[in-house]
């Protein structure tokens, strides 16, 4: 059966000859253009609707959440609460940053546990002076330190904040906020528009705000409980692409079966920014200076062939009977930047039977109830939680034991993780093909007696 496009010669001749040989390569011809329009097309939709998703961690959002507490004769005063339930994406220093633009001419006469960066023209205004004045108010979090009554509950951390997964207690982030010139009750307050979150770099999208049931308190006592008068939510989301157009970590590989180490891929970050690098070895390293931070947050790395601020080591250590051990490295190459609450997320098949993580902190990650084959990795507070800048201490690691299940095997790099992701942002990993390979069939004695002589260790210890 043909097909017919209006006003095309060819195809109207087409469809009285259907059958001739020309006729069928046309229609084969078109037909092929259009499934690429169709694929096409689907391929965009799908991925503007997944730039912000990620498969692991599928309901990850920061959601900023107003309760109005009381009217006032221009306004009202509310509290503004930050929850990061993304499991292992936190915001780092300098910290968070919001902005919106008001509905109406509302002003900000005081705040308490935050503060606006600007404080625009409050020229009109006699005797008392509001806060900010201006339409686009843009808020940071107080430094840790600030006088007692300036502080509010859950504020004063220079907008750092934990993820859900990892401290779910310093996941929060909140401040309170009086406003005028605004609606006096529920029918007049007009939602802000226009949410922006910065954390501390470009990277989240916000929705709008949407108006939901008032949330309730519990008293100290816990014996009574109250509700705000009125609530409204906004949802941000993240995406790597909208964060930065090349990654910012890589994965390297190797194996005690092979001594072939698989780096890092060449250019793996991106290598325009050769300029703003060092040799570890130069004399730039005892400047006065190099390790403070910029305001632009604009890395000074120590050069190499991949260019990345940090780099993640998966090292096969060794093979038992029953286990086998892994050794995962992390090494910062920014000489400007420390690591507070690192996050390290692997996906492996065999995370389902994690044994022992000796030096980090192990939390399994179930972002499908079916599947689990995910975990995070972080530091032992007040041990390894932070990653050190660049030089002879920034590095952290520690030591995986797995325990073989039925598809255990180590062909095909299946000891090697399928994703790896750093402070929430997916690393590099080389091409497959590039993986240390197992030895061929003249060395499987030598495998076979290796691996029979760290069984007999590990059982010697084990025992002792």
Not at 141 to 153: E, H, I, K, R, T
Not at 174 to 181: M, Y
Not at 333 to 341: K, V
Request: hydrophobic share 35%.
């Amino acid at each position: 059966m043909g097909f017919h496009i209006p006003g095309n010669p060819m195809s109207q001749s087409c469809m009285r000859f259907e059958h001739n040989t020309h006729c069928r390569q046309y229609q084969h011809e078109m037909l092929g253009k259009m499934r690429f329009v169709i694929s096409a097309f689907f391929f965009l939709m799908m991925f503007s609707y997944t730039a912000a998703y990620d498969p692991l961690d599928p309901n990850g959002n920061i959601t900023i959440k107003w309760d109005i507490m009381s009217w006032t004769p221009d306004g009202y005063v509310a509290v503004v609460t930050m929850h990061n339930f993304q499991m292992y994406r936190h915001i780092i220093s300098p910290g968070w940053t919001l902005g919106w633009t008001w509905a109406k001419k509302e002003v900000i006469w005081s705040m308490v546990g935050a503060q606006t960066t600007e404080q625009g023209d409050c020229s009109k205004f006699k005797g008392n002076i509001p806060h900010c004045c201006k339409k686009t108010p843009t808020v940071v979090d107080l430094l840790p330190g600030v006088p007692y009554n300036q502080q509010f509950s859950n504020c004063c951390k220079g907008g750092v904040v934990s993820s859900w997964g990892q401290d779910p207690a310093a996941s929060v982030s909140a401040f309170q906020v009086s406003v005028g010139l605004a609606g006096t009750s529920n029918k007049t307050v007009k939602l802000p528009k226009n949410f922006t979150l910065l954390g501390p770099g470009p990277g989240y999208t916000c929705g709008i705000a949407k108006i939901v049931p008032p949330t309730n308190f519990l008293t100290p006592d816990r014996r009574r409980k109250t509700q705000a008068l009125m609530t409204w939510n906004v949802t941000c989301t993240y995406s790597q692409l909208r964060a930065r157009k090349n990654p910012s970590c890589c994965v390297s590989f190797s194996s005690f079966y092979n001594e072939t180490i698989t780096p890092c891929p060449s250019c793996a970050c991106g290598c325009q920014n050769k300029n703003n690098c060092v040799q570890s070895d130069s004399k730039l390293l005892s400047m006065v200076g190099i390790n403070t931070p910029r305001k632009d947050n604009v890395p000074l790395l120590q050069c190499t062939h991949h260019m990345c601020p940090v780099r993640v080591h998966w090292h096969l250590k060794i093979n038992y009977k029953d286990y086998w051990r892994v050794k995962v490295s992390i090494t910062n190459f920014n000489y400007r930047l420390n690591y507070t609450l690192w996050t390290l997320v692997v996906q492996h098949p065999n995370l389902n039977n994690v044994t022992q993580v000796f030096s980090f902190d192990y939390k399994p990650l179930v972002p499908y109830e079916s599947i689990n084959d995910t975990g995070m990795f972080y530091g032992m507070k007040f041990y390894n939680d932070q990653l050190m800048e660049a030089g002879p201490f920034g590095n952290v690691q520690s030591e995986v034991l797995f325990q073989k299940d039925n598809s255990f095997t180590f062909k095909q790099g299946w000891a090697f993780p399928r994703k790896v992701y750093f402070n929430g942002d997916e690393c590099m990993l080389p091409l497959p093909e590039t993986y240390p390979f197992l030895p061929n069939s003249a060395h499987q004695n030598l495998l076979a007696f290796s691996t029979f002589i760290s069984s007999v260790i590990f059982l010697l210890v084990t025992v002792w």
